[in-house]
């Protein structure tokens, strides 16, 4: 099942598009009723005065067999409810088995501990350049992760942010970045290449925990002196 809005500005605000039935179908050309988007995107997400989205109830708990298999690729607005999207809650999708592609909105200023954690399907994740902190664990186990793009304004990766994303194979480190914390890249077996933005000379900040690629085997490519 698809739902497009009818226009440019609700596509950009108010699209979810999603699978039923464990269904992968992700055709955007189909046209819905604006109405019905608004209302098919309420059956997952609910969100804070404060901004901080969280999964309904009904889809908030783990484990195989759950509701959370119902959910296969969708875009987050970034206004719900004429509330600015800020946060993902911790464990917001965390072990959403099936899911594979998620789009998340400009104007996001957090990921929260375990967001993803145990997301198997998951391939590719783009993080908004307003978001300031990814927690703990938020990817860990997203075995079919293989691109990352983090965000230019990100200033903290908590520990095992991005462990066990045995397909990733590289990533680059924004400058911005003030504290990565212990494994952050545990376990994360294919990884060849981090980008980092110092040079050799200069050498790692003092606020990056001395275990951040503990147990990473990728080579680490420094910052060419200009």
Do not use: H
């Amino acid at each position: 099942s698809s739902v497009v809005s009818d226009t440019t500005e609700d596509m950009n605000y108010y699209l979810i598009y999603y699978g039923e039935n464990n269904s992968t179908s992700t055709n955007l050309g189909l046209a819905f009723n604006y109405d019905k988007a608004r209302e098919e995107y309420k059956k997952y997400i609910t969100i804070s005065p404060e901004g901080v989205i969280s999964l309904n109830s009904e889809y908030s708990f783990y484990g195989q067999g759950t509701k959370k298999e119902e959910i296969v690729s969708l875009e987050i607005p970034e206004y719900i409810n004429g509330i600015k999207v800020r946060e993902i809650t911790s464990n917001c999708f965390n072990n959403c088995f099936n899911l594979e592609k998620i789009i998340l909105p400009n104007g996001l200023e957090s990921i929260g501990e375990s967001a993803f954690y145990g997301c198997k399907k998951l391939t590719q994740i783009d993080i908004p350049n307003s978001v300031k902190s990814v927690g703990s664990s938020a990817f860990v186990g997203c075995e079919a992760l293989e691109k990352v793009s983090l965000s230019d304004s990100l200033e903290i990766i908590g520990a095992y942010a991005f462990a066990e994303c045995i397909q990733l194979t590289e990533i680059t480190i924004p400058s911005n970045v003030q504290r990565i914390d212990s494994y952050a890249f545990n376990d994360c077996t294919s990884l060849e290449r981090i980008y980092v933005p110092f040079t050799q000379e200069e050498g790692e900040p003092v606020t990056w925990n001395a275990l951040w690629n503990y147990n990473c085997d990728a080579k680490i490519i420094y910052k060419v002196e200009e």
